[in-house]
Nanobody
Framework: QVQLVESGGGLVQPGGSLRLSCTASGRIFSQYDMAWYRQAPGKQRELVARNNNLARTEYADSVRGRFTISRDNRKNTVYLQMNNLKPEDTAVYYC?????????WGQGTQVTVSS
């Protein structure tokens, strides 16, 4: 029902910055809870940042102070600004949408932090 399209992943050097975008379909985007997850090779998928429709925000300890989640309801888009990237941030990043009892996932975008 809800389609998520992600962009912004790629290669970046340690200390660099990257901004991920996720655009969702639907006419009630402002009611969606949006979040970013990531999964590194050999590791479980983990919550990176979450911003619900009431602007409540939470971050993983590993990214707090470096990453910022935000949204533009007019553009049906949620962003993840990633600053001071570290090699351990390398992972596939997934956009997630939650609406009522339903959850939807983006296709994932690769972020690689390496020299």
């Amino acid at each position: 029902q809800v389609q998520l399209v992600e962009s912004g992943g790629g290669l970046v050097q340690p200390g660099g910055s990257l901004r991920l975008s996720c655009t969702a379909s639907g006419r009630i985007f402002s009611q969606y809870d949006m979040a970013w997850y990531r999964q590194a090779p050999g590791k479980q998928r983990e919550l990176v940042a979450r911003n619900n429709n009431l602007a409540r925000t939470e971050y993983a300890d590993s990214v707090r102070g470096r990453f910022t989640i935000s949204r533009d309801n007019r553009k049906n888009t949620v962003y993840l600004q990633m600053n001071n990237l570290k090699p351990e941030d390398t992972a596939v990043y997934y956009c997630k949408c939650r609406w009522r009892t339903n959850e939807y996932w983006g296709q994932g975008t690769q972020v690689t932090v390496s020299s």
